[in-house]
Each structure stands twice: as C-alpha cells, then as structure tokens.
C-alpha cells in the first residue's frame, strides 16, 4: 500500500470559502448556470429525509418507503489559492424550504433565474430572499424561441425593489454567467455599505 | 454526472413492490441489480445510528475539512475507524475540502458526513475551518477579490 506522506511536512493553505445560492423554478437552467463557470462537474449531494415527508407523502401500498432523497448540484470556483467560491443550485421543490434555510446561512448572496414564459416560477424564490434580506440578483435567463422582454418589463411584473438588479443572461455562455456573478457580489457590497449607514427613522 | 436520477429509480423500486416484501406482484415485479438497488449499508448505520455529532454545532456545507498535520501514523492503520472516516482523512490530506465536496465525492448523505467529520475532529485527524460566520458579511477587501478574481477568469 502506498501512503501519501510527502506532502506532511507543509502545513496546506486554508481557503476562505464564500458561497452564492442560484434558485429559480423547474428547469430554468440552474445547473447549467452553475456548469458553466464551475471547474469541476457539478456535483451532487443529497441528503435522506425521513420524517419530513410525512405528511405529504403518499405512503400507501410502500410501507417500505420511510426516507426520500433530495439533492443540491454544487460547483467551485477557486479564485485564488486560499479564495474557493462555491455555487449551490437550491433544490426545486417546494417543500424542501428548510434545505435552503441551511444553504443560505452565511451566503453571500443569490442569483433568481428567471424564464420569461413562467416568470411565476421564480415568485417563491424572490419572495424567500426579499424575506431574509440576502441580496439576489434576477438573472433572465433568454432562451431561444422565448420572446424578449427589457429587464424594466421583468422588474415590473415581478415587483421588485428599485435597488434589485436584474441582467438578462445565458445560462449556457461562461461570459454572460461570470457578469450575473460579479452583479450578485456588487450589490452584495451595495447592501452591505447601506446596511453600515445608521438607520434614519 | 454519476448518478442522476437514482433517487427516483430507487423510488420506483419501492414502488414496484406491492404490499409485504418478497411477495410477488400480479405483474413481473422489475429487477434491480448492484448499485440500482440502493446502498447495501443503510447511511446512518456508518454512524451507528448517531445523527448529530456531540460538542460539534452543525457544521457549514462550505467548512473546509483539513487534515492535521501533525496526525501520527496511517488512518488505514487506526482499527477504531471505518473505512468511510479513513476516506474522508484520504481525500483531505491530498486537498483541504468542503463538507458538500466530501459527501458528493464519496457519495454519502449530508447528515451522514457531519457526524463521521465530528468523529475525525475528536481523534484529532481533520480539523475545519469555519466559514464566515453568517449575518456577518466578509470583509469588503474579500468581496473586492472575489470580483477581480470572477472577471479573469
């Protein structure tokens, strides 16, 4: 057997890590938004739940049945040696809300994927990050065929704040993705400046 | 992707098996072979049935996991680990890696991961680096980093 001890005598670097969320509805291109930046494939974890289905879940006739699986995809972005930016596409049901709790603890803020033809899609995941105060950028993702409309029509029928930007993307091109990136830590930094300024009541 | 789906296929197992195990449907109940029928060990019992660690909170997806330098000996050699602790020391001492890395590299719940990591941490073997700590922003000189580092990329 061969072990590893070469490398023991230098203590390894310790990466800062940050984390962006990327939610939006059923197939509106969050994986492909985290593939297209990320330096390894997305990758999947998933995590077993027992008693959280429940109630919901229809048992009947699988008594077997007492665990159901829900899975994030993820992707890394190492920007610097001790600087590692991990991109983390929430699951899309409905109902494993308390999953994003955990994914949005200490995130740095958020991209709402879009879809023109179903914008109804991304309502519970605007009203999610407007709740909390993490600040999210609305990404309209422009697919082929879907007609287009300017980002001031999206923010309208979406209601948003004046100060939420929203670009239009695609999910598929590195370039477009890398820009909806930086617009989510911009605005990170916006929100926090303003936060730092005392309340004026 | 290694394993879209398996979720819904082992769904589907379950479902396919109309009332008691081993009794035999009205039509051919679907086979499932090797890895498609699901894990052979259930997840928790890695943990012996332990679902939280004890003095360890929660542990972030983006914690980094570093092994400890000064870890004496080869985990392979520890006979009080498993073999999924022995990984996790493996896999760390190559790179430092985040707690959603470790579990999606070796294909194990979340839940599951937490718990094995808090073992490490006891004996020694891993230390983890804890992420920001929420409602409170990195440091502005990081975000301006993260920026720079995005756009050259």
Known sequence: MIFRRS???KAPVEPVTLKILVAGGFGVGKTTLVGAVSEIKPLRTEETLSEAGRPVDDTRGVAGKHTTTVAMDFGRITLREDLVLYLFGTPGQDRFWFLWDELATGALGAVVLADTRRLEDCFAAVDYFERRSIPFVVGVNCFEGA???????????????ESV????????????????????????MQAAAAAREPATT | MSDDGRGTQRTKALRGIPGARGTPGPQETPRWFDDDAGPVVRPYAMTRGRTTSPAQHRLD?????IAEAGAAGAPEADQTLSPEHVDIVELCRDAPQSVAELAAELDLPIGVIRVLIGDLVDDELVHVTRPVPPAELPDESILRDVISGLRAL
């Open chain 2, 61 to 65: 997806l983006i914690a980094v996991v």
């Open chain 1, 165 to 188: 930007p929203v670009v239009l993307c695609d999910a598929r091109d590195r370039e477009s993705v890398k820009d909806v990136l930086v617009g989510v830590v911009e605005h990170a």
């Open chain 1, 147 to 161: 007609s287009r409309y300017p980002a001031d029509a999206v923010r309208q029928a979406l209601d948003l704040d």
């Open chain 1, 7 to 9: 490398e023991r005598g």
